[in-house]
Nanobody
Framework: VQLQASGGGLAQAGESLTLSCRAR????????MAWYRQVSGKQRELVAD???????KYADSVQGRFTMSRDNAKNMAFLQMNSLKPEDTAVYYC??????????????????WGQGTLVTVSS
């Protein structure tokens, strides 16, 4: 399974960007999806996550500004980022936990990461 993230770019403070993440491959159930971000030299931090049932949680730093959603039929997740701030500048990564089958054709839970998409917010 591969996760492909897109939608990053350059924005000015106060503007909006929307990130997309598509999961491709043999997925029996995409149980959990999340967005993380990482600034060079710092630990990767959880920005938002969403269960297959649509329950979302947000980091305090983005609460009220970012909205995560999913399209389960397309195995996609989105992160609508409004009122962007310079401190939102980071590489954003898509993460997913999914059920698939391993090489022995046994059900197994897996975790996947996208390649990261850069968001730069100027003041």
């Amino acid at each position: 399974v591969q996760l492909q993230a897109s939608g990053g770019g350059l924005a000015q403070a106060g503007e909006s960007l929307t990130l997309s993440c598509r999961a491709r491959g043999r997925i029996l159930s995409l149980n959990y999806m999340a967005w993380y971000r990482q600034v060079s030299g710092k630990q990767r931090e959880l920005v938002a996550d969403c269960t297959i049932g649509g329950v979302t949680k947000y980091a305090d730093s983005v609460q009220g500004r970012f909205t995560m959603s999913r399209d389960n039929a397309k195995n996609m997740a989105f992160l609508q980022m409004n009122s962007l701030k310079p401190e939102d500048t980071a590489v954003y990564y898509c993460n997913a936990e999914y059920l698939s089958t391993n090489t022995d054709d046994v059900y197994e839970d897996f975790t996947a990461w996208g390649q990261g998409t850069l968001v730069t917010v100027s003041s």
